[in-house]
């Protein structure tokens, strides 16, 4: 007597459907990781992208900032003719009016902080400078700086004569010859207070003028 045996393909069938779900999962999986990394790599280059324009802003300031101390102290003579005082000045009222809070960094280089209106150059706040880039380039603002008078630079200091034996004859014993007013700015790419999604750029650099 011969017997048929029937095997059931209901079971092979159901095995197929898993492993291609398995297969789709992980298809699905590496597709978002991949979705991932992209949006990573495009929010890493607009933000290396925002960076640089506002390095550009500030570095814009800086350099306006530097020429207008020269053109304000050529014009006014050496001394305490603009921004805040923060250095001894005994041609203009010595040591009265020197505000220590506000000769170093600006507390609010990145969280904000007005700027001056009109052309008055000798107040303790923030300037605004020429917007180079203008909002057709993705500018955040007007780029800002800040000056500080950080006071007279003698021959004595230029040319270190404090101890030598001529130190007399070429200025360096009676505290020197004054040459030159030191100031020193801060520049930033823009207000904070109006860009708070953007990059902030601080630069600072010390300018001599005479």
Not at 159 to 175: E, I, P
């Given at each position: 007597?011969?017997?048929?045996?029937?095997?059931?393909?209901?079971?092979?069938?159901?095995?197929?459907l898993v492993i291609v779900l398995i297969l789709l999962l992980v298809m699905t999986l590496l597709g978002l990781a991949v979705l991932r990394g992209t949006l990573l790599e495009e929010r890493?280059?607009?933000?290396?992208?925002?960076?640089?324009?506002?390095?550009?802003?500030?570095?814009?300031?800086?350099?306006?900032?530097?020429?207008?101390?020269?053109?304000?102290?050529?014009?006014?003579?050496?001394?305490?003719?603009?921004?805040?005082?923060?250095?001894?000045?005994?041609?203009?009222?010595?040591?009265?009016?020197?505000?220590?809070?506000?000769?170093?960094?600006?507390?609010?280089?990145?969280?904000?902080?007005?700027?001056?209106?009109?052309?008055?150059?000798?107040?303790?706040?923030?300037?605004?400078?020429?917007?180079?880039?203008?909002?057709?380039?993705?500018?955040?603002?007007?780029?800002?700086?800040?000056?500080?008078?950080?006071?007279?630079?003698?021959?004595?200091?230029?040319?270190?004569?404090?101890?030598?034996?001529?130190?007399?004859?070429?200025?360096?014993?009676?505290?020197?010859?004054?040459?030159?007013?030191?100031?020193?700015?801060?520049?930033?790419?823009?207000?904070?207070?109006?860009?708070?999604?953007?990059?902030?750029?601080?630069?600072?650099?010390?300018?001599?003028?005479?």
């Amino acid at each position: 007597m011969n017997r048929t045996s029937i095997h059931s393909s209901g079971s092979q069938r159901g095995a197929s459907l898993v492993i291609v779900l398995i297969l789709l999962l992980v298809m699905t999986l590496l597709g978002l990781a991949v979705l991932r990394g992209t949006l990573l790599e495009e929010r890493m280059s607009a933000n290396m992208y925002d960076r640089s324009l506002a390095f550009q802003q500030a570095e814009s300031a800086l350099r306006e900032a530097e020429e207008k101390v020269r053109a304000t102290v050529q014009a006014n003579g050496n001394g305490w003719v603009i921004g805040v005082k923060c250095g001894n000045d005994p041609a203009r009222g010595g040591v009265t009016g020197i505000d220590d809070d506000k000769c170093g960094m600006p507390a609010n280089a990145y969280s904000g902080g007005s700027a001056c209106s009109g052309g008055a150059l000798t107040s303790d706040c923030w300037f605004n400078g020429v917007d180079q880039l203008g909002t057709a380039n993705n500018s955040a603002g007007a780029p800002q700086y800040y000056v500080q008078y950080m006071g007279l630079r003698d021959s004595h200091d230029e040319l270190g004569l404090g101890s030598s034996a001529g130190s007399t004859q070429y200025g360096g014993g009676g505290g020197g010859v004054v040459q030159e007013a030191m100031y020193r700015i801060v520049a930033r790419s823009h207000s904070p207070a109006n860009g708070s999604d953007r990059s902030v750029v601080v630069l600072q650099a010390n300018v001599v003028a005479k």
